[in-house]
């Protein structure tokens, strides 16, 4: 018998509402607004308040998949980050690094996001880089 | 000072408590807010608060669904209780199986929530003062003229982004499929929603239901003063019906009865 809130940060948009999530006997089980933050102040919009319904989801994608034999197959990381690294290398080399963009999200931290900039214009070259956030 | 020692005594209250239950459910301080927490025998209780407001009836229903066979306590407010009472009219909790640890809300945060009857029946802690005579809103609204109050209602409902949040965080809303997400009466990808129908059914449901928490108004994003609709439809029903809810598990809601002989005008 177990029920705990955990307090952490909507994973939707920019704005960084905080909510509670619900975890009743590991598993989590809905969300409650945070009452004591600054910006969201009690209040959720309809995606902070589904924010957890994703977590247990039987759609959810928990490892790398690869589009094999026509269809997805799961591969382990290492392969994973192999791939994308040779594919991103070999299309620089034959288009040029602006026929790469980055699509970087308001889920990440502030943090994340620069580094992946960093890695659009230092490593790649390209200032094709933006947001979730502005789709 | 009344504060630190209403806080004393409700943890006194909960380790008690916690002699005969699995748990009891109340506030925890937390990253400078509350949140409910499920406090069990043997836990520290220096942390346990009574603010900022949860609808802790609503997490003790969740509670109960999944631990059917467990003793339970609640540290609860008098909407806490009167929302246990509705819920467990309606068979959603099992109040043989809760203990309500009560305590009554100051004289000012009874003026701030508009409430008629700040503090449980099963008050251990703190004193009842007496709440408002009616919500101060209800005069204000009927001063006006149906025209006014209908550019009034559009103009507020107008601004719901339909977050679902009043539904969400009400301690007596419970059905596992609710009108408000049938495409017959609310279509999705729109906004805002349908007026007044989107509302209306949200108000037709509170009828001898709505225990006054006003946990819908503050969790609202568009600030819409959502329960002074409420409020009247408590009144009516109490002056039409003698029906107050949350008062008795035993008075069954208006909306349940035959009309025969129970409308007085």
Request: proline share 6%; with cysteine; aromatic share 8%.
């Amino acid at each position: 018998m177990n029920y705990r809130n955990v307090l952490t940060v909507c994973p939707y948009c920019g704005a960084g509402c905080n909510l509670y999530l619900q975890v009743l006997d590991d598993k989590v089980v809905g969300v409650l607004p945070a009452k004591q933050h600054v910006i969201s102040k009690g209040s959720l919009c309809i995606k902070g308040w589904n924010a957890a319904a994703f977590v247990h989801h039987e759609d959810r994608i928990t490892q790398p998949m690869a589009r094999r034999n026509g269809g997805f197959e799961p591969i382990g990381w290492d392969e994973a980050l192999d791939m994308v690294t040779d594919k991103l290398a070999e299309i620089r080399q034959t288009h040029g690094p602006n026929a790469i963009s980055f699509l970087s999200s308001a889920k990440c931290t502030n943090e994340e996001n620069y580094l992946l900039q960093k890695l659009a214009r230092a490593v790649i070259g390209t200032n094709g880089i933006d947001h979730c956030a502005r789709l | 000072m009344d504060e630190q020692i209403l806080l004393e005594n409700l943890r006194q209250a909960v380790a008690d408590t916690l002699t005969r239950t699995e748990g009891v459910l109340a506030l925890r301080s937390d990253h400078g807010g509350a949140a409910p927490h499920f406090f069990k025998p043997g836990d520290d209780l220096s942390d346990l608060v009574t603010a900022p407001r949860y609808p802790m009836a609503m997490i003790l229903d969740t509670l109960g669904d999944a631990w059917p066979e467990a003793r339970l306590g609640v540290v609860a407010r008098g909407c806490d209780e009167r929302a246990l009472v509705e819920l467990a009219k309606r068979n959603q909790v099992n109040l043989d199986n809760i203990e309500i640890i009560g305590f009554a809300c100051t004289a000012g945060q009874a003026t701030e929530c508009r409430c008629t009857q700040p503090y449980p029946d099963a008050l251990v802690a703190g004193e009842a003062t007496e709440g408002v005579a009616e919500d101060p809103r209800l005069a204000e609204l009927e001063a006006m003229s149906f025209a006014e109050r209908f550019a009034f209602w559009s103009s507020q409902y107008e601004k719901c982004l339909k977050c679902y949040g009043c539904r969400n965080f009400c301690p007596v809303c419970y059905c596992p499929t609710c009108a408000l997400e049938s495409e017959l009466w609310v279509e999705t990808g729109v906004l805002a929603p349908p007026f007044p129908s989107y509302h209306m059914i949200k108000a037709m449901h509170m009828v001898g239901r709505c225990v006054a928490c006003r946990e819908c108004e503050n969790a609202c994003p568009a600030d819409i003063p959502l329960t002074t609709i409420f409020s009247a439809l408590y009144r009516d029903t109490a002056e039409k019906f003698g029906y107050v809810a949350g008062r008795s598990v035993d008075e069954k809601p208006p909306l349940l009865l035959s009309l025969s002989g129970t409308m007085e005008d």
